[in-house]
């Protein structure tokens, strides 16, 4: 690399080509790089300024250390370390394909989900740093990178600090020359105030409260122009509540991140697994709620609206059972009209027999039976004038057996047939109509002439 930064056509230390600039910080700009082997991986170089700085030279060496140790899939490896024949201490990574959390929350904000998701990760990472005495000091947006294969990585532990005797004095060396162990928005009180013997786990718990705090309401906790206001404001001023930003906020969600805001340590989450677990209930009661939901959209449009598949059994059933009921319909009624008849035939006493003189007769409903004619056959006036007479009296004729109950039941055009078919004949009248020798076969009964003539 050249003294104006620019990026030089020769290899890197005889082996590394610098492609493109990814980033920089407070210690270190990153870019990306090829091996002459192909390998793509990420080198970060301490800034020329710090070079003569052998407290931040060593803490930048340090870093790899402490990434390494943490040994955490969430946290990018260190591969090699060393310098530069000009000094420049550098640091060869991971390369990661993705995108910061800075850039994804610039481009569009984020949902209620996803913050979540980031947290949970941020503060998977931080519990396992804080079970082995290692502090972050700067989790913010720019820190935490959102890989293209949906996992969640956090960058630079750069201004880490690990529990050892000669902690404190490093922080206190590291500020006075120069070095901001932090970024001013994202800063907790004791942070911004420099009290490095209060800085411990709970300060990454701010840090992270501040973070889904920008992340919710597109601000930084404190609202200053130039970092030393921010640094002041950090440490004299409490964190407003995330509801009186965005008061459609879910109000547990709030509380979460209200409690890790806290002015004083002791009132926010005790460490990251509290924390963690506080997130991951909400998400659960969330997951509980839209289950619920859900349901009940579902039962209510099946209570509103029959299914499908019953919809078209019913129409089939319909339109299968239509022609079958109309022809139901039809041998019943016919079933029943059959009924009628038979009941009206089985009702006549049909009597059949043959007069004193040999004579064979059909009479339906007989009552008294006619007067058997004279021995000699009738004159031709005799015979004219028995069909020119008239029936009778009704007194004279007998009387006619007829069942009301049935005749109800039986069809208007049937009833007057019946009539006609039950009239009995006058004694004149069965005197021409009996024959003087009696017929090979019987005739079928039949109304006379004149009194089918009457009855139209």
């Known amino acids: 690399m050249s003294k104006d930064g620019s990026l030089e056509a020769t290899l890197f230390c005889d082996k590394w080509r610098l492609v493109r600039v990814l980033g920089a910080g407070g210690m270190g700009t990153v870019y990306e790089a090829s ?24 803490r930048f060496e340090r870093e790899g250390m402490i990434a390494n140790r943490l040994n955490h899939p969430q946290v990018p490896s260190v591969l090699d370390d060393g310098q530069t024949p000009a000094g420049d201490a550098f640091l060869v990574m991971d390369l990661l394909h993705g995108e910061t959390l800075e850039s994804r929350s610039k481009a569009c904000r984020l949902s209620l989900s996803e913050i979540q998701r980031v947290a949970l990760a941020v503060l998977d990472v931080l519990a396992s740093a804080h079970d082995k005495g290692i502090v972050h000091r700067d989790i913010k947006p720019s820190n935490v990178f959102l890989s293209s294969d949906g996992s969640v990585k956090v960058l630079d532990f750069g201004v880490a600090r690990m529990h050892e005797g000669s902690a404190d004095q490093d922080s206190v060396a590291l500020s006075r020359g120069g070095i901001a162990l932090g970024t001013p928005s994202f800063m907790a009180p004791e942070q911004a105030r420099g009290h490095w013997d209060q800085v411990d786990a709970r300060t990454d718990i701010w840090n992270v409260g501040a973070l889904m705090f920008a992340l919710l309401t597109g601000r930084n906790v404190h609202d200053g122009k130039t970092s030393n206001e921010l640094m002041i404001l950090s440490a004299t001023s409490p964190a407003p509540p995330v509801a009186a930003i965005r008061p459609e906020l879910p109000a547990a969600l709030a509380r979460v991140v209200d409690r890790a805001l806290s002015f004083h340590a002791e009132l926010r989450w005790p460490d990251a697994r509290s924390m963690h677990g506080a997130i991951q209930a909400l998400q659960l009661e969330a997951t509980r709620e839209e289950s619920a939901t859900d349901e009940g959209s579902l039962r209510a449009i099946e209570l509103s609206t029959p299914s499908t598949t019953s919809d078209q059994l019913s129409a089939v059933v319909e339109v299968r059972l239509k022609p079958r009921r109309a022809g139901l319909f039809s041998l019943a009624a016919t079933i029943v009209l059959s009924s009628i008849v038979v009941a009206w035939v089985s009702s006549r006493e049909d009597v059949k027999g043959a007069t004193p003189q040999g004579d064979r007769f059909h009479a339906s409903n007989a009552g008294t039976l006619p007067a058997a004619p004279p021995a000699s056959a009738p004159s031709a006036e005799s015979g004219a004038a028995a069909r020119s007479a008239p029936l009778g009296p009704p007194s004279a004729q007998p009387p006619v057996a007829v069942d009301t109950a049935q005749t109800a039941r039986v069809p208007r055009f049937l009833q007057r047939h019946a009539v006609a078919l039950e009239a009995p004949l006058s004694p004149a009248r069965a005197a021409s109509a009996v024959p003087s020798e009696p017929p090979t076969s019987i005739p079928a009964a039949s109304p006379p002439d004149a009194w089918l003539e009457r009855q139209k």
């Open 35 to 58: 091996h002459r082997n192909g390998k793509r991986v990420a080198i970060k170089i301490l800034h020329p300024e710090l070079r003569s700085n052998e407290q931040a030279r060593a």
